[in-house]
């Protein structure tokens, strides 16, 4: 965790905020706000430090109520980050875009953790919940469409991924496999559809799908053993260790995205979408004895998080 992310817990903890957070409340615990109509993009400002007792905010109030709700959030950060500096002009139309200063960045984070407690996005991070379901559930924070579902990257298992009007970007969950220059996302999804959400109509693909895994053999064998005889077979001509260190290395990413599901069911839907759109593995995924492996490991992974909780 950042130091802008503790100090929003530390905030949302002393203050026992819950979505929809009262931010404009909050932040006149801590500073002066005044709201003026102006035309410039400058969606707000905090002055503060020097000889200033009390910081002053000013926001600008002709914008629409979501955008300013994050701007009273992201002026806060300034305020609490202590080692922000003089007069910061917000300017948040597309978060993620541009790049930003590392003080304006920081302010974004800051209003996102706040905004968007880490405690209330664990409810989306150990299942595949089908994303309409997710995109009502967020819809209580009342923030943006594109604030809430950035927010999401934060606790998303890989495999989804959205369409928000206004962003140029698609918001992908991390350790999703997309291939580059992906444009329609239908083809590598399992379900997909469009969802009014905040006043926008949010087009979402989810490459993941929790099915009940085919019952496994016990075996004696292990995983490592599993995935050697796996590559032996389809691969013989290459050389099996690198292959395998390469296999870890995507199988490690991936089961760090699933750290809080204990079900096997939904590691092995994850660790599938990482590798059922690459082109590089196509012909392992064609092989029983891979998504063998598959399977296995993510039983073994499972088990073995069940009996350390
Ligand atoms: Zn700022």
């Not at 979505?19 to 404009?24: A, F, M, Q, W, Y």
């Amino acid at each position: 965790m950042t130091t802008p992310e503790k100090l929003a817990a530390l905030l949302v903890e002393r203050h026992g905020l819950k979505p929809p957070v009262n931010i404009e409340q909050v932040l006149r615990e801590y500073s002066d706000v005044e709201q003026h109509e102006w035309t410039q993009d400058c969606d707000g400002f905090a002055i503060f430090g020097g000889n200033q007792s009390r910081p002053r905010v000013y926001i600008k109030a002709n914008v629409p109520a979501r955008r300013k709700r994050f701007t009273f959030a992201h002026e806060l950060g300034h305020i609490v980050c202590y080692w922000h500096t003089g007069k910061k002009c917000a300017s948040i139309p597309n978060p993620g875009g541009a790049a930003l200063g590392t003080e304006e960045a920081e302010a974004n984070s800051f209003a996102s953790h706040i905004l968007l407690p880490d405690s209330f996005l664990a409810q989306f991070q150990d299942q595949y919940l089908p994303a309409p379901e997710i995109l009502d559930a967020v819809a209580q924070a009342d923030v943006s469409a594109s604030a809430g579902i950035l927010a999401l990257r934060r606790v998303l298992l890989p495999g989804y991924v959205f369409l928000v009007p206004g962003l140029d970007h698609a918001v992908v969950s991390t350790g999703t496999y997309v291939p580059p220059g992906a444009e329609d996302y239908s083809q590598l999804a399992k379900f997909s559809g469009r969802h009014p959400h905040q006043g926008s109509l949010i087009r979402w693909y989810q490459l993941s799908v929790t099915e009940p895994l085919p019952a496994t053999l016990q075996t004696s064998v292990t995983t490592t053993e599993m995935l050697r005889r796996a590559l032996t077979a389809a691969r013989p001509e290459e050389n099996v260790s690198s292959l395998m260190k390469q296999i870890n290395g995507v199988v490690g990413g991936t089961l760090t995205r699933t750290r809080a599901t204990v079900s096997a069911e939904t590691i092995f839907a994850a660790l599938e979408q990482r590798f059922r759109n690459n082109p590089l593995y196509e012909d392992l995924m064609a092989t029983d004895e891979f998504r063998r492996y598959l399977r296995q490991k993510s039983v073994d992974v499972a088990q073995k998080r069940v009996s350390r909780s």
